[in-house]
């Protein structure tokens, strides 16, 4: 079956624009995990998602970033008012459930390269 | 706040073992992780152990695990040119949310 998709793959925009990441995870996955990875760093938590709600927004830098996920798939994460620390690649992970002390493996996507000039 | 920490390269000949080294802070860290990341792609699991055991034996991957000294190592046995990519060591606690990765080893096997 298909992976965990991220669009765009790429995304260049100018400083204090508005951008939106998207992530369809794997089917059937409840759990959903977005990163920052800059350069020469390991991926960064940013959010969790159970199903709908935000279970775990502790990563997120700041209040310019927010992320949804209304219908328990595909999510949205939002930067405004971008700036140039933000560039990053954001990628998404999907993983069957999260049952605490269980084994969940995480399945990530490809990651979108954001660029703010 | 909890760390992972790697060395940041490692180059070795074709057909040698590699032994990529972490350590990691969190005392009630669960799972431990390697990735592997290649120029472009995204991040591919390569292995896991669970933290009540010591080693776990994948094929030509060995993960040895010292929980009271905090210190994962992953070696590769008869490394290949295929092998060149960046691995991650990651953890997670018993929360199960959130995962924290070091910074990478760039692992460069040369012919």
């Known amino acids: 079956g298909a992976g965990v998709s991220q669009t765009p793959s790429n995304k260049v925009t100018e400083k204090g624009k508005y951008v939106e990441l998207r992530c369809d995870p794997i089917s059937g996955h409840t759990a959903l995990y977005w990163y920052r990875q800059s350069l020469g760093q390991g991926p960064e938590f940013l959010i969790y998602f159970q199903g709908t709600g935000a279970a775990d927004d502790s990563g997120l830098p700041n209040d310019r970033f927010f992320a949804v996920r209304p219908e328990g798939s595909v999510s949205t994460l939002k930067i405004q008012r971008t700036e140039r620390g933000d560039s990053a690649v954001y990628l998404c992970a999907s993983s069957l459930t999260t049952t605490s002390g269980s084994y969940n493996e995480q399945f990530f996507g490809p990651g979108t390269r954001l660029t703010v000039l | 706040g909890e760390d992972v920490e790697q060395s940041l390269f490692l180059s070795v000949r074709e057909g040698d073992s590699s032994v990529i080294n972490c350590t990691y802070t969190d005392s009630s860290s669960t799972y431990l992780y390697w990735y592997k990341q290649e120029p472009g792609a995204g991040l591919q699991l390569l292995t896991y152990?669970?933290?009540?055991?010591d080693m776990k034996q994948d094929q030509r991957l060995t993960v040895l695990l010292n929980k009271k000294d905090k210190h994962l190592s992953l070696r590769i046995a008869d490394t290949q040119t295929g092998d060149s990519a960046i691995y991650f060591c990651?953890?997670?606690?018993?929360?199960?949310?959130?995962?924290?990765f070091g910074a990478g080893t760039r692992l460069t096997a040369k012919p």
């Open positions: 990651a953890e997670i606690g018993y929360n199960n949310n959130d995962m924290r």
């Open positions: 152990i669970f933290s009540n055991m």
